[in-house]
């Protein structure tokens, strides 16, 4: 029989990788305070600037002699703005196991057109971390948003190492266990894991990242959206409170209370827990559905934010990428319509499936309700798909069961 359709839905069914669920409870008066119409160079704004980057250094435990910005155009921003600044003297190795990080390697070797060796992996694999040269610098994502992959620490990492490593850490940044004295360039955006609003990204530098910067003038042309330093010098005022281009305030106050909400929920050792609390629920899910399975095989280097999922049954294992498209493009929008689950669909490279944020701002008890939701969805799908067909959907190995029972 069918699988029955649930009758709860999740409180809040916004389940998208970024940007990501608001905090728990979270309401528009959570903005009264906001600095709005002020300049972000008033002593009104500069505050509220200086605010959010003091918090985000206490919050992650960032080293006292690390420095801090708020960068534009979000993680993105961030970590080209530290491509392009601190890129060059060395060969680069790039980790490249996701679409983004793909990404850092087109623009390496395509743009700026760098000495870079490229250790590919394909999705739900991680990269072979025991190629890596000490002294070539080094650009990686720490959790791969699209691919449900994760380094599984820094160890790989030496200590003695000659060159730089560029951290790209939207997806693991208050959720997942940096190790600081082995980033020197680490960027995040405020709209993963603590739910903050979209445009905005951070640098996090270390004191080896910030001698390059002084001691390094790049070849290219800088963009002044990408400058960091002024006749050789470090601008101190952008990890004061300055910002290279205007942000908005209300954006600001925003990230200001996700903070809050982090403190009240135990710091990062809380946020962490609750992220572990999560994937729990998704793992023990996972374990029974007949539907659906990680598409990132080895748990010690499976994502906990992240999670991705491809189809489990051997026969749609199998059918071609279209057929399968197909399926899970048909489940999300069933999803949709029932308000049960919104923007859960696959990112577009990677193999058609489904992809489910488990950061902090999402409640265990909702990511239990939308497994429900999903296994229902999934029945009605193959079902749907095999009448539009005008074939009997046992014919091609697709029968709907109750899965996850």
Excluded at 14 to 20: D, E, I, R
Excluded at 304 to 330: G, N, Y
Excluded at 391 to 402: C, F, I, K, V
Aim: hydrophobic fraction near 45%.
């Amino acid at each position: 029989m069918p699988y029955p359709k649930p009758t709860e839905r999740p409180r809040n069914p916004c389940f998208s990788c970024g940007p990501c669920a608001k905090r728990p409870g979270w309401t528009p008066q959570a903005l009264a305070g906001a600095a709005l119409g002020r300049s972000h160079r008033s002593r009104a704004g500069h505050e509220k600037l200086a605010q959010a980057i003091a918090e985000t250094r206490e919050l992650l435990r960032v080293p006292a002699d690390y420095r801090l910005a708020i960068l534009p155009a979000s993680d993105t921003g961030a970590m080209e703005l530290a491509m392009w600044s601190l890129l060059g003297p060395l060969p680069v190795d790039v980790l490249a196991f996701e679409s983004f990080s793909n990404g850092w390697a087109y623009d390496i070797s395509g743009e700026l057109r760098l000495d870079a060796r490229v250790f590919a992996a394909p999705f739900g694999e991680l990269s072979d971390l025991s190629r890596i040269d000490p002294d070539h610098d080094l650009v990686f994502a720490w959790n791969g948003t699209t691919s449900g992959v994760r380094v599984p620490n820094a160890d790989f990492i030496s200590n003695r190492r000659r060159g730089l490593t560029l951290c790209d850490a939207t997806s693991a940044a208050f959720m997942q266990p940096l190790d600081f004295a082995k980033l020197d360039a680490t960027t995040f955006s405020w709209q993963k894991a603590l739910g903050g609003e979209a445009g905005f990204g951070m640098l996090i530098l270390s004191p080896r990242a910030i001698e390059r910067l002084r001691t390094h003038r790049p070849a290219w042309p800088m963009p002044k959206i990408f400058r960091l330093t002024k006749d050789g010098a470090l601008i101190d005022q952008l990890f004061e409170g300055a910002t290279i281009n205007t942000p908005s305030l209300l954006c600001v106050e925003d990230f200001l209370d996700a903070l809050a909400w982090a403190r009240s929920v135990g710091g990062l050792d809380g946020l962490r827990r609750r992220v572990a609390a999560n994937a729990a629920v998704v793992a023990r899910w996972v374990e029974t559905s007949r539907a659906f399975t990680f598409l990132a095989k080895d748990p010690a280097t499976r994502s906990d934010t992240s999670v991705c999922l491809e189809f489990a049954d051997p026969h749609m294992a199998k059918a071609p990428r279209e057929e399968r498209a197909a399926l899970a493009a048909e489940i999300v929008a069933r999803l949709e319509t029932e308000c049960a689950g919104h923007d859960v669909g696959a990112y577009r490279d990677a193999p058609p499936g489904l992809r489910l944020w488990s950061g902090p701002t999402v409640e265990a008890a909702d990511l239990a309700l939308l497994t429900g939701w999903i296994d229902w969805a999934y029945a009605q799908a193959v079902e749907a798909l095999g009448r539009a067909r005008e074939a009997p959907a046992s014919a091609r190995g697709l029968t709907p069961r109750r899965y996850g029972a």
